[in-house]
């Protein structure tokens, strides 16, 4: 019997030999197994629309030029190009005692984009309020914004403090997702007020996400310090993270209190946000009876229970781990939903798995097909390897159907493509144009002239 291909039969019939007949395992054709799609579905080859547009409006962000006239820095330590996230007229909010501005900018050493946060008119005391910044930078958790350095710079003619965080395009606070009122809509021919209301398994994710953050922070000894609707973005769909850490810690060195009262605090902004997010108004706590009725309305007792636990007197059971025991299944749920996302889009990711490979493909052809430099040597004449390539070029592309139309096929190209690079032994027909010269060759021998003319 012979034996099969890269596979010795004798190996599977007793082991003591099988040190002399070993498994030699054959390159796998794999590129071949991609099956054309049917025309219709040729769209499946591609991630779909609404993910490439947010992904588009997010990489357009980062590279969007900030505009002239800004007045702002050239540079400041390693960042440039500073662009204000804020509008820079109007109304500004004081951050403690401060003014504070966020700016997106370039890092000169990895070309990354970060976020500025900028504190006007603060003075160091102690250099040592920086430590507190190297431990937040030691912190990654899916649910903080990456703290990565602070410095003070004179570059904005004031003295100024700058925390450095990652940059997350098209982040939302939770205030302006959620809370910030949006103007009326026209529905049934009539000025509306739109919605706002939250959802419960919105909130409850929201719950968890935040619980899970502050317990990473809580673990590693420190506090949050600001739990705040203007403070937690929201970087895609209905993922939170905590923003602006670090910041209170160095602003308020001298005075910080104990970091078991710190996280007591912790938990208290925690319930008075979740508060404002179910009301609808970040002045929520001004009236808690009422608040907490507005919540008992619209939401179930499970969460009015979460709030009350989080705004309730400090004590030792008071923690963020006592938290979770009360979120107890609703935790599942949400591993459900991530376990879902993450399906989602690894599908996606598929439908673009073999696009890389035959962009490259696609750049070789483009590096050896019709160079006008070499037009009249005899090396790249019209006829030999140059002369399949470019036959073979026309039978992928420049095919017309029996009324000379153009055949645009997207699954004839990849289908040709895939089996180009496979170097499959199946052999066409190449046909020029003048139809006076007609050569069969396989495409393992295509791949072979494209491979020496590229060299
Ligand atoms: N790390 C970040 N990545 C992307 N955008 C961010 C980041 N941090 C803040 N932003 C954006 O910058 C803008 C300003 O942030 P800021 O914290 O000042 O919010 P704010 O709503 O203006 O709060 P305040 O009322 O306290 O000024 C917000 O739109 C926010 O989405």
């Known amino acids: 019997m012979p034996p099969m291909a890269g596979f010795d039969i004798m190996s599977t019939m007793d082991p003591y030999f099988s040190s002399q ?73 004081k951050f403690g005692n401060w003014y504070s501005a966020v700016y997106r900018a370039t890092n000169s050493r990895d070309g990354a984009t970060y976020v500025l946060r900028r504190v006007e008119n603060f003075r160091l005391m102690q250099q040592s309020a920086f430590s507190t910044i190297e431990a937040w930078s030691r912190i990654r958790h899916p649910n903080i914004v990456s703290v990565r350095e602070a410095f003070t710079t004179r570059a904005f003619g004031d003295s100024s403090l700058v925390v450095v965080y990652d940059y997350h395009p098209n982040a939302q606070t939770l205030f302006e997702a959620h809370i910030k009122a949006r103007a009326p809509v026209m529905q049934n021919g009539r000025l509306q007020a739109q919605q706002n209301r939250i959802l419960e398994r919105t909130l409850w994710s929201y719950i968890i996400q935040i619980g899970n953050a502050i317990k990473a922070v809580h673990d590693a000894g420190m506090a949050v310090s600001i739990i705040d609707a203007t ?9 939170v993270r905590l923003g602006s850490c670090g910041l209170v810690d160095v602003l308020c060195y001298e005075t910080r209190a104990e970091s078991m009262l710190l996280q007591q605090e912790d938990l208290g902004m925690f319930g008075r946000l979740i508060l404002a997010l179910a009301c609808n108004n970040v002045t929520a ?100 390897d140059k002369y399949i390539i470019k036959l073979f070029r026309d039978y992928v592309f420049h ?55 590229f060299r």
């Open 231 to 239: 403070k937690v973005l929201v970087t895609g769909k209905n993922r």
């Open 399 to 453: 095919q017309v159907d029996e009324h000379g139309n153009p055949v645009v096929n997207l699954s004839h190209v990849l289908t040709c493509l895939n089996k180009l690079d496979a170097g499959a032994d199946e052999r066409i027909m190449l046909i020029s144009r003048d139809e006076q010269n007609c050569l069969v060759v396989s495409y393992k021998e295509i791949k072979s002239c494209i491979d020496s003319a």
């Open 21 to 93: 007949f070993t498994f030699v395992r054959q390159p796998l054709e794999y590129h071949l197994y991609t099956q054309p799609r049917p025309e219709s579905l040729e769209h499946k080859y591609f991630i779909t629309d609404s993910i490439r547009e947010e992904l588009q409006k997010r990489s357009e962000t980062i590279r969007t030029a900030p505009p002239a006239g800004l007045n702002l820095p050239e540079e400041i330590q390693e960042y440039h190009s500073l662009v204000p996230l804020e509008p820079l007229a109007g109304e500004r909010h």
């Open 285 to 384: 706590m001004n009236n808690f009876p009422k608040a907490i009725e507005t919540l008992a309305r619209h939401y179930s007792a499970d969460l009015k229970t979460v709030v009350l636990f989080l705004m309730s007197k400090p004590s030792p059971n008071k923690t963020i781990g006592h938290l979770f025991e009360l979120i107890g299944s609703r935790l599942l749920t949400e591993m459900d939903e991530m376990q879902n996302a993450v399906d989602r889009l690894e599908g996606e990711l598929m439908s673009e798995l073999e696009n890389a490979r035959l962009v490259r493909l696609l750049c070789k052809f483009g590096f050896i097909n019709e160079r006008p430099e070499f037009a009249r040597e005899p090396r790249w004449s019209e006829t030999g």
